[in-house]
């Protein structure tokens, strides 16, 4: 039962590590961006346009040998604000979580007003998050309101 | 509120606003004191802005102090490419409180953050400018007798005026009710809106200000600035549209009163000011008192 289920999914099983699951397809690269795989050194597989039962389409990322913090994983409930994350061991599931999108951003979002000092001096935006259902972000400096058709990451 | 910066209107509560108004009062009795003899302001003008670095200069030399600074950015260092983080880190050293003027949005907070000395927001871009709107209250305040209850009309470009914006956040803390007028294209913005939602008080929106000059307590008036326009036809057809004149005012209340933040264009006819309703040359006064009384109680004077 167990080997049969293994053989459907369509990206490989992990032995040790961390499933984001649920991601909105276009969200994907996004997800992996912000958790900062593009330099991680140990396997990282990641599928997008996933059939899913209750999404339509969705992707996923798989990291192995990888825990990462619950700040680190909430930072991507700006781009998937229902991914789930699984931890494996021994290619078992150890907690199932969903995310939770924090109250205060630093660093990975750009602001969106080009005159903003943020994107004139090097320094990192900060956010709060005053909606977290819409993603909207009132920039610490200049107090304009990103969105999420406004976002873009660094 | 000793070494407490200003950078937006919330910095300070609904309390703090009051005792810099109450300060000004005792300055507007006595403008000239030397409270202020041992004390060095930087003005620092990243972009030009004639009435409100005077204002501050004028204030800080009524009180005995010193300033120093510059009133453009083209002839200092950050023509060189300074950034501001050194501008700031640099000029607190000769200084015990930086004023800033600066067209970048959000360079205020940021430089009150890294700053050893306390730093008043003269203005950043089209974010905030609060001691315009100390200086809009105090007036308010004075020529009405309270800030409660009032009835109060403005006129413009509400969309981009920050003046607008940041008098309209202080004003919900006093059950005001709005009545806005302005072309359908410069509305006041919902981010702004929603703190009028927020305390459930009472606006009114209009593309006229007729029907509202004899219900208002105040007219705030403000200047729709050419840039805002795509169409150049439009703008002309808006300008002449909220045209103050002296006519018009002849219905109002007997404590009606006109302000401006000013520069005015021709919003306002030049008949109207000799009329005891004018208020904006008195408005503008005023700014010195208000900014005496915000140094001397960021400084611990007062």
Do not use: W
């Amino acid at each position: 039962m167990e080997n049969k289920k293994i053989k459907e999914l369509k990206v490989s099983a992990i032995e040790n590590g961390t499933v984001i699951d649920h991601i909105p397809s276009n969200a994907v690269f996004q997800v992996i961006r912000i958790l900062k795989l593009e330099a991680f050194e140990n396997m990282v597989l990641f599928a997008t346009n996933l059939e899913s039962k209750k999404y339509g389409k969705k992707g996923i990322v798989k990291v192995s040998n990888k825990f990462f913090a619950p700040e680190e994983l909430n930072k991507i409930a700006l781009v998937a604000p229902h991914a789930s994350i699984i931890e494996i061991r021994d290619f078992q599931v150890q907690t199932k979580t969903v995310v939770e999108t924090p109250d205060r951003i630093k660093g990975i979002v750009r602001c969106f007003n080009p005159n903003c000092i943020t994107n004139i001096e090097h320094i990192p935006a900060i956010f709060a998050v005053v909606d977290k259902e819409d993603t909207r972000l009132k920039c610490h400096y200049c107090e304009k309101i990103t969105t999420r058709e406004t976002m873009e990451f660094r | 509120m000793k070494n407490k910066s200003l950078v937006s209107i919330n910095d300070y509560s609904k309390e703090e606003q009051l005792r810099i108004l109450d300060i000004a009062q005792e300055f507007e009795k006595k403008p000239v004191q030397t409270i202020l003899q041992d004390y060095v302001i930087a003005s620092l003008f990243f972009e030009p802005s004639t009435r409100t670095r005077l204002s501050f200069e004028s204030a800080v030399n009524r009180l005995g102090g010193k300033v120093v600074g510059f009133s453009e950015a083209s002839n200092t260092s950050v023509k060189k490419g300074e950034s501001l983080r050194d501008t700031i880190l640099t000029v607190a050293n000769y200084s015990d409180l930086i004023v800033m003027r600066n067209p970048v949005e959000g360079s205020a907070r940021f430089a009150s953050e890294i700053s050893p000395v306390p730093v008043i927001n003269a203005g950043d871009g089209a974010n905030q400018h609060p001691t315009q709107t100390l200086l809009d209250l105090y007036s308010i305040r004075k020529t009405q007798g309270t800030l409660d209850n009032l009835h109060i009309a403005m006129v413009g470009d509400l969309k981009y005026g920050r003046t607008i914006h940041s008098l309209v956040i202080a004003l919900c803390n006093y059950n005001t009710t709005f009545h806005l007028v302005s072309p359908v294209e410069l509305k006041l913005p919902s981010s702004v809106k929603m703190h009028i939602k927020e305390r459930k008080l009472t606006y009114h929106q209009y593309t006229e200000m007729d029907e509202v000059l004899p219900h208002a307590d105040i007219l705030y008036m403000t200047r729709i600035q050419r840039e805002r326009f795509s169409d150049p036809l439009e703008y002309e057809r808006i300008k002449n549209v909220y045209n103050l004149h002296k006519d018009m005012i002849a219905d109002t209340k007997e404590n009606f009163r006109v302000l401006h933040p000013l520069p005015r264009v021709n919003e306002i006819a030049i008949n109207v000011d000799k009329s005891p309703k004018a208020y904006y040359f008195e408005q503008a006064l005023n700014g010195v008192f208000v900014r005496q009384a915000l140094m001397a109680s960021i400084l611990g004077i007062k």
